[in-house]
């Protein structure tokens, strides 16, 4: 049955492809209204793609044809999808507001999670104002949180986005098994009054349990045996948290049915509750539990995240473009392309279906991306003129934090960017209208500098527009995605909550260390790996 909808989906864009977007607008008078979709004061517009209605049928068709809703009603009920690993999938109890059971392998699972999240908002609070306090009696002016990918990206996203809410001890990020990271992050920390926070889920990433030594050593040069009383942990891993010497009550567990590119709703959050406070990271919970209602409620055609993944999978599968583009217009989001990289990329990475055939389509697309106006200064040559279509996601906020009239300009000029940005993508410039602009200016070679003031336009982008980037928006926005990669996978057939694909670099980093570490026979290394190695050992000789 999909086989014949992908087909279908083939032919009509084979039939539609060379039609101007802006045709469909002079078609259609209520494109912006038929093709765009709300959920509150959030917007969703996805009338500037190529998209038209037989194609969104078709679309819809292949969502209900892969059993995506069946899919989706499983998650949410807690059955084990993740199926390589025989687990759950459940960050969605994390954000759930009503205390409905939710059960595992027979066990209602909320009661576990509002006790964590009790915990939790008791040791931020304690922190934020002193009680909790470092072992010379004086409060915490810093927090370091050493993680790495889901224990990192997420905090650190959703850190930077709330930043006008940030009222706690100054927040600081350690990932990079370079020492170079937690050298350049301690530089100038007072390790008296510094907290430093373990995150990770498993207590064995070595990255994370390198910068977690380095760190400890370096409490230890001023703290002595009381180090550990400085130290806390997000980790399921009660015994290896109690070998690091962090007492149990500061130690943050979460479940095998959360996957760590999913974490930053639960006790990976942490840092960000200390930052912004118990009752702002509620708000942010909030947000992704509306979406998940949302997700779970709303009609294919009003369905936020499922909108936004046939978006997706038109321009993937259908058109070919490879990649796509998300270009956050708020500065605070810096960090959103990184995190939806690793919760798209990770999540849907992958060419084997659930059932470990070989994928006979693409599978997830390349994500990348940069805050705007920045971009626009860089990359957005190639996304304009360049000859891959690049599929944009805009973001944008209608009002600023800042109120102060005089920065006013700031704000209006970041939106009208924003809203330039897709309208230039779309409408492009003729050769004819290149030509008058060159005449216009008395430029020599009129037809050579016509030609490169052409803008092919018709490239596709959507916009996701909201009130304010406020902790409820910020957590309307991280479920979206997450639904959206959901949808897209499950669309696919494939296990969207393993990640397979980052083991065997880890096994051979682990094999080739004792390599670095001396010149060893190399005999079973491939040529450019042992040439590589004993180059190295030249240049540290
Ligand atoms: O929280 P942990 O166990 O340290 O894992 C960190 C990260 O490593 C991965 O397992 C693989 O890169 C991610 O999925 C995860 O977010």
Known sequence: MSEQ??????????????????????????????????????????????????????????????????????????????????????????RRAEDRPVTVDGRNVMPGVADTRARMARFATGLRSGEIAAVDGRPFTDVVNIGIGGSDLGPVMATLALAPYHDGPRLHYVSNVDGAHIADTLDGLDPARTLVIVASKTFTTIETMTNAQSAKRWMEATLGARAGQHFAAVSSATDRTAAFDIAPDRVFGFEDWVGGRYSVWGPIGLPVMIAVGPDHFEAFLRGGAEMDRHFQEAPLAENLPVLMAIVGIWHNNICGYPTRAVLPYDQRLLRLPAYLQQLDMESNGKRVARDGTPLDRSSGPVVWGEPGTNGQHAFYQLIHQGTEVVPCEFLVAAQAHEHDPAMAVHHTLLLSNCLAQSEALMRGRSYEEALAIVREKGLEDEEMQARHRVFPGNRPSTTLLYRVLDPLSLGRIIALYEHRVFVEGAIWGINSFDQWGVELGKELATAIQPLVEARLDMSGKDGSTAGLLGAVHDLRA
């Open 5 to 94: 909808i992908w087909a279908a989906l083939q032919a009509h864009r084979k039939a539609t492809a060379g039609r101007p977007l802006m045709d469909l607008f002079a078609d259609d008078p209520d494109r912006f209204d038929r093709f765009s979709a709300r959920l509150e004061d959030m917007l969703l517009d996805y009338s500037k793609t190529s998209l038209d209605t037989t194609a969104r049928d078709l679309l819809f068709d292949l969502v209900r044809a892969t059993g995506v809703e069946t899919l989706r009603d499983a998650m949410f009920a807690g059955e084990k999808i993740n199926v390589t690993e025989d687990r759950a999938v459940l960050h969605t109890a994390l």
